[in-house]
T-cell receptor, first 108, second 119 residues
Framework: RKEVEQDPGPFNVPEGATVAFNCTYS??????FFWYRQDCRKEPKLLMS???SGNEDGRFTAQLNRASQYISLLIRDSKLSDSATYLC?????????FGAGTRLTVKP | GAVVSQHPSWVICKSGTSVKIECRSL??????MFWYRQFPKQSLMLMAT?????????EQGVEKDKFLINHASLTLSTLTVTSAHPEDSSFYIC???????????????FGQGTRLTVV
């Protein structure tokens, strides 16, 4: 079993749609969690950290369920510029593990 | 914000030659840096953890004699792909976290990546 698992997609949605990505992790001792965004042929960039209480940043909402070892990312009112691969990242003792990424394409 | 600079951004080399990739933290100190490899349409795979002043820690299946890592200072780590072959062609990315502001919740910053093509 992979340490971090994501639905690879692709997700093809129209502009304005709401889309949700899920991620599960296997190590219950994982300490911190992130969503990164990676554009084609570019390095990953932090989208947002994920806190136990859940957190929101504009159109993006991240949630963490430690009991189920599950992380989610919700994108509301999708924009064309949201098209990218979204990586779920789980960290323990400075060892960051990446999910395979979920590819999102937002179409006009 | 913190910046990690990686050089070169792309390189084409002949099979059998060696290629060195540099990763620098520009405005913070990084006792630990990470080297990843990403093949097309696949996720980042951790190759090794580079520790300042000591030997790197390699992931299972990564040949330490082929992928030489040197972390001589708190701001520089280098990855040398020795005797490169076409199957080593990939996107190599380094990352680092700010040791000063550290904590498990601190984000990792990534270099721009190096696209290596071995012909």
């Amino acid at each position: 079993r992979k340490e971090v698992e994501q639905d690879p997609g692709p997700f093809n949605v129209p502009e304005g749609a709401t889309v949700a990505f899920n991620c599960t992790y296997s190590n219950s001792a994982s300490q911190s969690f992130f969503w990164y965004r990676q554009d084609c042929r570019k390095e990953p960039k932090l989208l947002m950290s994920v806190y136990s209480s859940g957190n929101e940043d504009g159109r993006f909402t991240a949630q963490l369920n430690r009991a189920s070892q599950y992380i989610s990312l919700l994108i509301r009112d999708s924009k064309l510029s949201d098209s990218a691969t979204y990586l779920c990242v789980v960290n323990r003792n400075n060892d960051m593990r990446f999910g395979a990424g979920t590819r999102l394409t937002v179409k006009p | 914000g913190a910046v990690v600079s990686q050089h070169p951004s792309w390189v084409i080399c002949k099979s059998g030659t060696s290629v060195k990739i540099e990763c620098r933290s520009l405005d913070f100190q990084a006792t630990t840096m990470f080297w990843y490899r990403q093949f097309p349409k696949q996720s980042l795979m951790l190759m090794a953890t580079s520790n300042e002043g000591s030997k790197a820690t390699y992931e299972q299946g990564v040949e330490k004699d082929k992928f030489l890592i040197n972390h001589a200072s708190l701001t520089l780590s280098t990855l040398t792909v020795t005797s490169a072959h076409p199957e080593d062609s990939s996107f190599y990315i380094c990352s680092a976290r700010d040791a000063g502001t550290g904590g498990e919740g601190t984000e990792a910053f990534f270099g721009q990546g190096t696209r290596l093509t071995v012909v």
